[in-house]
């Protein structure tokens, strides 16, 4: 079985947080380049409308007294605004052109109807192309200082991303550590006063209480299982001893079943202390194999793939004795719990073993094998110990144990040896 693996994000955190930024960054311009456009504008208008009413009635008093037209007044000038022309709008001083001629305009008008016959109107007109080239001027050296600040920002939130991100995945490997069982797996202390440390320090007491916990239940069991031999042995002698007969059978079943419980619970205390050692060897994998099936005595279809013509004559570097072990508990757990036929397939450096049953239970596809726990009722009855031991004796060769339900039904244990 594979332990859990963190996957890796699309996007790193690095370029999340350098891309907020960004955003942020551009909408503050965005929004600061509005409200400065906006401000400038209005005052442009209101400083031309205040130069235009100045001057209509600088010329109005100048035409009053001498009758002549100054600071470039004119009298119904074809291009007024209608606004300004209506006699209901006589209280009107003001309007707004919005026409662009060329390199002159838009203009604010300034009016003032003239006392008389015809009434007539007096008109000044303010250009205003001036000022808004001006803020367009200063709308393009604000984009400009806004790209050039966004082009700083973006790399030193980068940078801080980046030492964020390597924090947290100094924190994130250790966690996948412990979870493959490491139980050492520490991430030690963190630059920092932040959420960050409180997280590397959480993940390191987590693992301390784990590795006691765990370690506490370990020496248990070894104990018990020590402890265990002695009584085991000595109800295996006084079997011997009964008479010939049915009881004598049964006791003698049970008195095995037990021993065997035992030394499977002291070998997984023995894998779980790291006490074990592989002792390697070149031998052929199919016999081994082979021989391994054979000693179980179940009827069971052991198949050598040869589609090279070498593969049955192939050799790989492994522990015999452990090999012979993961492959038979295999077996024994495919005719307990599944059904038949079991088929045992040898191709390369790999080994099926498949049954026809009702399958793994998805709990046990999902966590992994539990020690007694056999996860399903329609799997049989049993201790739980045969796959926890050939998963720990696949670790201690370093080959892999994937568990897996065949598409039309069956329970599949594929083992790859190492290279």
């Not at 009964?242 to 035992?262: C, Y």
């Amino acid at each position: 079985m594979h332990p859990h693996r963190l996957r890796p994000a699309r996007a790193s955190l690095r370029w999340k947080i350098a891309g907020l930024a960004a955003a942020t960054a551009c909408l503050v311009a965005a929004a600061v380049g509005v409200l400065v456009h906006m401000w400038i504008a209005r005052d442009i208008h209101d400083r031309a409308e205040a130069q235009a009413t100045n001057s209509v009635y600088a010329a109005m008093d100048a035409y009053r007294r001498t009758g002549t037209l100054t600071d470039g007044a004119e009298l119904d000038p074809a291009d007024l605004p209608a606004a300004l022309r209506h006699p209901a709008d006589s209280n009107r001083h003001t309007a707004y052109d919005g026409v662009v001629d060329g390199n002159v305009g838009p203009s604010v008008w300034g009016a003032q109807r003239v006392d008389g016959p015809g009434n007539r109107v007096l008109a000044v007109r303010v250009n205003m192309s001036s000022e808004l080239h001006t803020l367009r001027r200063l709308d393009a050296v604000m984009v400009a200082a806004s790209l050039i600040a966004l082009a700083a920002a973006v790399p030193l939130a980068v940078y801080g991303a980046g030492l964020l991100g390597r924090r947290l995945r100094r924190v994130s490997e250790t966690a996948v550590r412990i979870s493959a069982g490491d139980l050492d797996a520490r991430t030690g202390r963190t630059k920092g006063r932040d959420e960050v440390a409180d997280i590397a320090a959480t993940v390191d007491l987590m693992a301390d209480s784990l590795g006691r916990r765990l370690r506490t239940e370990r020496q248990f069991t070894a104990d018990v299982a020590h402890e265990l031999r002695t009584p085991v042995g000595g109800l295996l002698a006084a079997a011997d001893l009964l008479p010939p007969g049915e009881t004598e059978d049964l006791l003698r079943a049970r008195v095995r079943d037990l021993r065997g419980l035992v030394q499977d619970l002291l070998e997984i205390s023995r894998l779980d202390a790291g006490a074990e050692q592989p002792v390697r060897a070149r031998v052929p994998l199919g016999a081994v194999v082979s021989e391994a099936v054979t000693r179980i005595g179940l009827d069971t279809e052991v198949t050598v793939a040869d589609a090279l013509g070498e593969e049955a004559a192939r050799t790989v570097e492994t522990d015999p004795r452990r090999l012979e072990r993961i492959v038979s508990n295999l077996v024994v757990n495919a005719h307990r719990h599944g059904g038949t036929p079991v088929q045992v397939t040898v191709e390369g450096r790999t080994v099926v073993v498949r049954d026809h049953g009702p399958g793994f239970p998805p709990d046990l596809l999902r966590d992994g094998p539990r020690r007694f726990h056999t996860g399903a009722t329609e799997r049989g009855s049993g201790h739980g110990l045969g796959l926890t031991i050939a998963l720990g004796q696949a670790r201690l060769l370093g080959a892999e144990l994937r568990l897996d339900n065949a598409p039309d039904g069956g329970a599949v244990a594929t083992l790859r040896l190492p290279t």
